[in-house]
């Protein structure tokens, strides 16, 4: 069993890879890397990162450990996700990929979000997914797929999609993201809990919802 996890994450692992460097949103790297560093004392600003000194960077500042372990997923939504981005993995800075594990409750959840700055691929090693994304205006075509382990699903950069895990059972994906630093924008999260809340009329009027239960979902949701 762990011989075939290791081979599905091996060769997801090298496609999100390959696929990143064909078509990677983040702008092209100009040097061999770009280790990124908050001292801006011994680096050069580069891709919204300060980038140190080649000569002073070692293996460390490519290596993240830890992706095999399960995430808590003690919380409403049942979901935990572990991301190796740039602020985590300083060698991912300029080179247009990151990752990141999901684990899921049983029926956990990854809500409609939108990754504004990149594509997502991921691969199920472990349950069952429920996965989609929705067109943009005026179609707002949804596209949805029911996912097991080995199986893959791509999200198309900047469109609403989410993950559900429909078993009983826990679920583990990894994912694969076009961007050293794709972004989150959670849907409900955003409209609901923007920080200051937005005017209850707006949004009673976009969602055709009473203004009390927009206030109801703003007291739930605001960030403030």
Same mark, same amino acid.
Request: proline share 4%.
């Given at each position: 069993m762990m011989k075939g996890i290791h081979s599905i994450l091996v060769v997801f692992t090298l496609f999100a890879f390959a696929c990143s460097l064909a078509s990677a949103f983040d702008p092209d790297p100009l040097q061999d890397f770009c280790v990124?560093?908050?001292d801006i004392k011994n680096g050069v600003f580069v891709n919204g990162k300060f980038c140190k000194d080649p000569k002073l960077a070692d293996a460390q500042d490519f290596f993240f450990p830890g992706l095999n372990k399960p995430g808590n997923t003690s919380n409403p939504l049942g979901l935990n996700v572990t991301v190796v981005d740039v602020d985590k993995l300083p060698g991912l800075n300029t080179l247009g990929i990151s990752l990141?594990? =999901?684990d899921f409750a049983p029926y956990g959840l990854n809500p409609p979000h939108t990754h504004p700055r990149g594509t997502e691929i991921l691969v199920v $090693? *472990? +349950? !069952? =997914?429920? $996965? +989609? #994304? $929705? !067109?943009? %205006? @005026?179609? %707002?075509? /949804?596209?949805?797929?029911? =996912?097991?382990p080995g199986d893959v699903f791509v999200f @198309?950069? +900047? /469109?609403?999609? #989410? *993950? #559900? %895990?429909?078993?009983?059972?826990e679920a583990l994906? #990894?994912? +694969? =993201?076009?961007? *050293?630093?794709a972004g989150l924008i959670t849907i409900a999260k955003a409209v609901f809990g923007s920080n200051p809340p937005i005017n209850p009329d707006v949004l009673a009027k976009a969602f055709q919802l009473d203004k009390d239960l927009v206030k109801d979902l703003q007291s739930q949701l605001w960030s403030g």
């Open positions: 990124a560093i908050k990141a594990r =999901l $090693v *472990q +349950g !069952t =997914l429920y $996965v +989609g #994304f $929705v !067109t943009s %205006n @005026p179609d %707002n075509r /949804l596209f949805t797929k029911i =996912l097991y @198309p950069i +900047g /469109l609403i999609h #989410f *993950q #559900f %895990n429909t078993g009983k059972t994906a #990894f994912s +694969g =993201l076009s961007s *050293q630093n």
